[in-house]
């Protein structure tokens, strides 16, 4: 329904977290919030959600809010290096008691489209135009948003173990 999706690879992932934004301090915050989002695989409105009492054990556990109703399992997901660094960075910053301090869900989105073009991550990609519904190439920091970082989490892990159903799980 919504053509192939695209992602950014590892190394891009990498390119962009290892990105030198220190004359950019609000888009330094946002680039380790989607960073850690990459590295979880979570959408945005269950990250947004997220508290210390969701790290046990060296894994973030947590269930996610779109499903619950339907299907209450818990996702558990664990946590690498770079991700515990990026909650150990934040610990204790937001007055919420969340694990990163958010702003609103556009900004973050419109952040992660300057992120990307500071980073230089343009490649094109083939999109399905909205209004249209033609195929057309855009530069992905022109698309890219948060949803873009749980598609990342996906398709490399997909790429990695090619079973949709261990994936899935």
Avoid: W
């Amino acid at each position: 329904k919504y053509g192939t999706p695209y992602y950014i690879t590892l190394q891009e992932r990498d390119q962009i977290a290892d990105y030198d934004l220190s004359k950019h301090p609000l888009l330094a915050l946002q680039r380790d919030i989607f960073i850690f989002q990459c590295l979880i695989g979570c959408r945005v409105s269950d990250l947004l959600r997220m508290t210390e009492d969701n790290i046990i054990d060296e894994a973030v556990e947590y269930i996610p809010h779109k499903t619950k109703d339907e299907r209450p399992e818990v996702v558990r997901v664990p946590l690498n290096t770079r991700a515990k660094a990026l909650i150990e960075r934040y610990r204790g910053v937001d007055g919420g008691g969340r694990l990163f301090p958010f702003i609103s869900a556009q900004k973050y989105n419109d952040d992660i489209k300057d992120i990307f073009k500071l980073c230089g991550i343009t490649r094109p990609v083939t999109v399905l135009n909205s209004i249209t519904g033609e195929e057309e190439k855009r530069p992905i920091n022109e698309v890219a948003s948060s949803h873009l970082a749980r598609r990342t989490f996906v398709g490399n892990l997909y790429k990695k173990v090619k079973d949709p159903n261990l994936v899935g799980a």
